[in-house]
């Protein structure tokens, strides 16, 4: 990964401490270490908001869908309706493969989705990918 990529800063939004674990190892390997994690949605807009109080914003969402507090869906509907937070990339992680939901968080404006389980080389694809498309 680009030298640059090391300096943004990853929110990692998953309601199972084991997965957000696994992704900010995962993010680790490929010299990504910058990162935050909530475990509900809710938790995650106050991190948002805290972070841009702060002047520290958050470049990258990675999020699951299903949480309780506030979905990834809801989390992700939010994030775009917020000119502060609407151009932030926005990974959603989902057991959901169904057509039916990938096409609303489509619809939602969500950068990239990642179906669970997945592995490091799949999060450093679509990692290296939104990051070179979007920031």
Known sequence: ?????????????????????????????????????????????????????????????????????MSGLELLKRVRGDERFSKIPFIMLTAQNETEEVMAAIELGVSEYIIKPFNAEQLHKKMNWVIKKFL
């Open 1 to 69: 990964m680009d030298r640059r990529y090391k300096e943004h800063s990853i929110l990692i939004v998953d309601d199972m401490t084991a997965i957000r674990t696994l992704v900010r190892t995962q993010l680790q390997t490929f010299e990504l270490a910058n990162s935050c994690e909530a475990e509900d949605g809710a938790q995650a807009w106050h991190l948002l908001e805290e972070r841009y109080r702060k002047q520290s914003p958050l470049d990258i969402i990675i999020c699951d869908w299903n949480m309780p507090k």
